[in-house]
């Protein structure tokens, strides 16, 4: 009797924590309908660059001065902005449901731009899920597309709470030429 009571026992707990597992998968995949601001950028722009901040990291300074430097070195008709994707960033359990809505509906903004003819996205940490997205999004949406560069600092690759190789296989599918720097 003693035995059959506590079996009952270990198998609701064992029923609650699969519940919570399964819960907590779901809460990380799907996002809460992140408001994306709009890219401003010229009809005529030929070349962008975009940076993209990672998790709780608006202010970060290294990637602000990435983009000083490359918006001096900026030919006539380029465009450099450091998108602000915060607050939709500051959780890293839905960091990556939400940068896959703003990186689709980016790449669909920038395939608005007939003369594009590059596109530089470099990312920090959870950064590096808006550039697939907007990738393939941008590409979808144009017959003509820009040349793709992708840089990735420290990319995060886990999704949910089991798939730890997914950036492996993904971050940087889209794009014509991909790098990764590790710290």
């Not at 600092?153 to 993904?170: L, M, Q, S």
Request: with cysteine; hydrophobic share 45%.
């Amino acid at each position: 009797m003693a035995g059959s009571m506590r079996r009952k026992r270990i198998l609701k707990w064992v029923g609650l924590l699969a519940v919570g597992a399964l819960a907590f998968e779901a809460y990380t995949r799907y996002p809460a309908n992140p408001q994306v601001t709009p890219l401003n950028f010229a009809a005529d722009t030929r070349a962008v660059v975009l940076l993209f901040h990672g998790t709780r990291g608006r202010d970060e300074p290294y990637l602000t001065k990435i983009g000083e430097r490359f918006a001096a070195a900026a030919e006539p008709g380029t465009s450099v902005l450091k998108y602000i994707w915060s607050p939709y960033s500051d959780n890293q359990f839905r960091a990556r449901a939400h940068a896959w809505v703003i990186g689709q509906r980016l790449g669909e903004q920038l395939a608005n731009l007939p003369e594009l003819e590059h596109i530089r996205l470099v990312a920090h940490s959870a950064g590096a899920y808006i550039l697939d997205p907007l990738c393939e999004s941008y590409t979808a949406a144009t017959r003509n597309p820009a040349g793709i560069e992708m840089t990735l600092i420290d990319p995060i690759g886990i999704v949910g709470a089991w798939d730890f190789g997914y950036g492996y296989r993904n971050h940087g599918r889209c794009a014509d030429f991909a790098a990764a720097y590790i710290n």
